[in-house]
């Protein structure tokens, strides 16, 4: 039976990834080697990295626009650290959007580093809408948000324009949509959410912002160090990196982030219609603000639990329960779920209606 994986991360990727991964882990480009074991300076991997780095940056429209793209260790909660290390000035402040489980972590880890500003938080609903009409404090040394909220199943839909620095953590809806990615002057995204295996992160760093906090940093969390090493100061994660290349390429070749902006937009309109037509479901988020990546939603009768879940796992679904912050349901629509993986979820929900 064919499975259909709504795992909100690490996520589904193109079955053309896992052939090519397949047979890399076997024989990497015809080298007698396995991907698992080549040096990550040989030439094979050397050429992986430049390609990844340099097509991360074009699938964003940031080609010669002076940023770049850094693949590192300790997923998006290093960079909760390393983004105030590298930015927040001695005596400083920095301001942060607090719109989820993932935002309150990088709250927490600048306020290490100095006064750090709540703009804005939609904590006392559950984080079930993205906080508005906030202001950032003119003398922030930077300004944080969460683009994406995989746990609650919210979006941002706009971004500030702003007189200073702004820093997104964009793991779960890298890659998802068009936006004017010049706007940021980091993006970070832990690379299991939408664009490969749990084990590296990708940073896009424009540079002139980097070298003014006047801290010492520790180097191994210095980005201008990375930059300068090309993602090879230390051992970088090199089947994940070599996985995340391979997804990057598909997404090229799919027509770029324009392309399956339209895809993703049409599933989370399937989902999210049958979601508001169907008597039995309701959806978890605020209606503005809904995810395009994570659909929450919940049934508006318990005792029908048992039954649906019985019917979903039976329809060959993985992964839908829904976090334990929410409960209830979620289904997570990465950029390599078809549309006809979603059909089977709302055939499902019609099914329990037509049953119930």
């Given at each position: 039976?064919?499975?259909?994986?709504?795992?909100?991360?690490?996520?589904?990727?193109?079955?053309?990834?896992?052939?090519?991964?397949?047979?890399?882990?076997?024989?990497?480009?015809?080298?007698?080697?396995?991907?698992?074991?080549?040096?990550?300076?040989?030439?094979?991997?050397?050429?992986?990295?430049?390609?990844?780095?340099?097509?991360?940056?074009?699938?964003?429209?940031?080609?010669?626009?002076?940023?770049?793209?850094?693949?590192?260790?300790?997923?998006?909660?290093?960079?909760?650290?390393?983004?105030?290390?590298?930015?927040?000035?001695?005596?400083?402040?920095?301001?942060?959007?607090?719109?989820?489980?993932?935002?309150?972590?990088?709250?927490?880890?600048?306020?290490?580093?100095?006064?750090?500003?709540?703009?804005?938080?939609?904590?006392?609903?559950?984080?079930?809408?993205?906080?508005?009409?906030?202001?950032?404090?003119?003398?922030?040394?930077?300004?944080?948000?969460?683009?994406?909220?995989?746990?609650?199943?919210?979006?941002?839909?706009?971004?500030?324009?702003?007189?200073?620095?702004?820093?997104?953590?964009?793991?779960?809806?890298?890659?998802?949509?068009?936006?004017?990615?010049?706007?940021?002057?980091?993006?970070?995204?832990?690379?299991?959410?939408?664009?490969?295996?749990?084990?590296?992160?990708?940073?896009?760093?424009?540079?002139?912002?980097?070298?003014?906090?006047?801290?010492?940093?520790?180097?191994?969390?210095?980005?201008?160090?990375?930059?300068?090493?090309?993602?090879?100061?230390?051992?970088?994660?090199?089947?994940?990196?070599?996985?995340?290349?391979?997804?990057?390429?598909?997404?090229?070749?799919?027509?770029?982030?324009?392309?399956?902006?339209?895809?993703?937009?049409?599933?989370?309109?399937?989902?999210?219609?049958?979601?508001?037509?169907?008597?039995?479901?309701?959806?978890?988020?605020?209606?503005?603000?809904?995810?395009?990546?994570?659909?929450?939603?919940?049934?508006?009768?318990?005792?029908?639990?048992?039954?649906?879940?019985?019917?979903?796992?039976?329809?060959?679904i993985s992964g839908i329960p829904g976090h334990r912050s929410v409960g209830g349901y979620r289904a997570s629509m990465y950029n390599a779920m078809p549309i006809e993986s979603v059909q089977v979820l709302v055939d499902v929900m019609k099914a329990l209606e037509k049953a119930i």
């Amino acid at each position: 039976m064919k499975k259909h994986n709504y795992s909100a991360g690490p996520c589904i990727l193109p079955q053309e990834v896992f052939d090519k991964s397949a047979q890399a882990i076997l024989n990497f480009n015809d080298s007698g080697l396995s991907i698992l074991e080549i040096s990550h300076r040989s030439k094979d991997f050397v050429a992986v990295m430049d390609e990844a780095r340099s097509l991360a940056l074009e699938l964003l429209g940031l080609e010669d626009k002076g940023y770049k793209a850094l693949f590192l260790a300790g997923g998006a909660s290093l960079e909760f650290l390393m983004v105030p290390y590298n930015l927040m000035k001695e005596g400083g402040k920095a301001a942060y959007l607090d719109s989820g489980t993932w935002a309150s972590g990088a709250i927490k880890e600048a306020k290490f580093f100095g006064e750090t500003v709540v703009v804005a938080s939609s904590k006392e609903e559950n984080y079930n809408n993205i906080p508005k009409g906030y202001s950032v404090p003119a003398d922030a040394d930077y300004f944080h948000c969460t683009s994406n909220n995989t746990i609650f199943g919210t979006q941002m839909k706009e971004f500030p324009s702003l007189d200073m620095p702004i820093v997104c953590d964009m793991s779960s809806d890298i890659f998802s949509r068009v936006l004017d990615f010049s706007k940021f002057d980091i993006i970070y995204a832990g690379a299991q959410k939408n664009m490969g295996p749990a084990g590296t992160t990708l940073v896009i760093v424009k540079e002139e912002i980097l070298g003014k906090s006047g801290r010492i940093i520790p180097s191994i969390l210095d980005y201008e160090k990375h930059i300068k090493a090309e993602s090879m100061y230390n051992t970088p994660a090199v089947f994940p990196v070599y996985a995340s290349l391979l997804t990057l390429q598909w997404l090229k070749k799919l027509g770029g982030v324009a392309a399956v902006e339209k895809l993703n937009n049409a599933k989370a309109e399937l989902l999210y219609n049958e979601i508001d037509r169907n008597p039995l479901f309701k959806g978890a988020a605020a209606v503005e603000d809904r995810s395009n990546m994570n659909a929450t939603f919940l049934l508006n009768d318990a005792a029908h639990t048992e039954t649906f879940d019985t019917m979903w796992k039976a329809a060959g679904i993985s992964g839908i329960p829904g976090h334990r912050s929410v409960g209830g349901y979620r289904a997570s629509m990465y950029n390599a779920m078809p549309i006809e993986s979603v059909q089977v979820l709302v055939d499902v929900m019609k099914a329990l209606e037509k049953a119930i």
